[in-house]
């Protein structure tokens, strides 16, 4: 269960390098189960945005070489991602989902409140607070070798520490 997602290579898709401290725009594009991520400076990225197709991006800053990883991504970016992967089919995006789930009840942006199931399936019953709404996750069942996978995975989609 591998995402097939290339590290940021601080590089520009029209192959200029990303200069240290220079914002630029990170974006995911869905292909059938996978996620192809894109780099783009600021003249590309306005031309990305008119081509559509995205599926979820953020705006960043290449750090200096000596400075360490962040240990989050953006709270913003991480409920984007999660509320777009929401109605996924695919399992391997349901995993993604699960562990989205399980990282932003760990920074208290979504809530339990139960667990439910349904068919032999079990689903955590998340909060949104700010939309005052649940959300149904089902429960892949994930064995710990397969969640700490997905969390290396997540860490280099988003480039990020978890």
Known sequence: MDWNVARPKRVCVCGRELAENETY???????????VRKDYCRPCWDKAQAEGGIFS??????PPKEQKRRLFADDEVLLDFFFRLENAQEEQKRH???LL??????KKLLKFEDIERRDDQE????????E??????????LTDEQIEALKAQLSEVLDFQL
């Open 57 to 62: 991006f953020w705006k960043t800053t290449v």
């Open 96 to 98: 993604f989902l699960y």
């Open 25 to 35: 725009f990170a974006a995911l594009y869905e292909q059938g189960e996978e996620f």
């Open 123 to 130: 689903f955590l019953c998340l909060r949104v607070p700010r």
């Open 132 to 141: 005052d709404r649940v959300v149904h996750v089902p429960n892949p069942r």
């Open 101 to 106: 789930g399980l990282i932003l009840m760990r």
